[in-house]
Antibody, heavy 120, light 107 residues
Framework: QVQLVQSGAEVKKPGASVKVSCKAS????????IHWVRQAPGQGLEWMGW????????DYAQNFQGRVTMTRDTSISTAYLELSGLRSDDTAVYYC?????????????WGQGTLVTVSS | EILMTQSPATLSVSPGERATLSCRAS??????LAWYQQNPGQAPRLLIY???TRATGVPARFSGSGSGTEFTLTISSLQSEDFAVYYC?????????FGQGTKLEIK
């Protein structure tokens, strides 16, 4: 069964950067896009973008363009999300998820989530 | 950006009864609509995509319907594990957008 395991919680100061990892197993890593979705405390879900692990191609939501970088290391089946210029409203749980089908950007399974707290 | 509006915000239903959750899109999204379930402290779980197709392993008591701008998720006979927050998502127009969620609670 597909498994995504994310890195642990982070506490960062405003203006800093954070890099979250998402290690995939039990499927062909290069065969499925990986998406990143975040959820602020008590709030809904916000799509951030995707990476094609095969080509390294990316697509970012406009809200994050200029601050977000998604990369991957195929040798260890791991995707990364880096967010720079952190603000207090970037405090959220960040999830990675595989794309469930090739014809629809729907998400599943998901990683367990990584809490990023931005605080001075 | 397409706005997804879910109603009600909170729905109180007794176990064994039927629950009906609604999702409205601000523009036509055809059948490009998914539903997710999220339990407290857990990641979301895909239930339905293409408006009415159940994801692998999702029980038959979950069904989705609708197209265009109006969609419904129905849970036919609520089990204890179904009390959670449900989100809809459109993927017809970039960027993908989610509703704000409906909390399904025990009556």
């Amino acid at each position: 069964q597909v498994q995504l395991v994310q890195s642990g919680a982070e506490v960062k100061k405003p203006g800093a950067s954070v890099k979250v990892s998402c290690k995939a197993s039990r499927y062909t890593f290069t065969g499925s896009y990986i998406h990143w979705v975040r959820q602020a405390p008590g709030q809904g879900l916000e799509w951030m973008g995707w990476i094609n692990p095969n080509s390294g191609g990316t697509d970012y939501a406009q809200n994050f363009q200029g601050r977000v970088t998604m990369t991957r290391d195929t040798s260890i089946s791991t995707a990364y999300l880096e967010l720079s210029g952190l603000r207090s409203d970037d405090t959220a749980v960040y999830y990675c998820a595989t794309q469930y089908t090739t014809t629809a950007t729907v998400f599943g399974p998901w990683g367990q989530g990584t809490l990023v707290t931005v605080s001075s | 950006e397409i706005l997804m509006t879910q109603s009600p915000a909170t729905l109180s239903v007794s176990p064994g009864e039927r629950a009906t959750l609604s999702c409205r899109a601000s523009q036509n999204v055809a059948s490009r609509l998914a539903w997710y379930q999220q339990n407290p402290g857990q990641a979301p779980r895909l239930l339905i995509y293409d408006a009415s197709t159940r994801a692998t392993g999702v029980p038959a008591r979950f069904s989705g319907s609708g197209s265009g701008t109006e969609f419904t998720l129905t849970i036919s006979s609520l089990q204890s594990e179904d009390f959670a927050v449900y989100y809809c998502q459109q993927y017809n127009n970039w960027p993908d957008t989610f509703g704000q969620g409906t909390k399904l609670e025990i009556k």
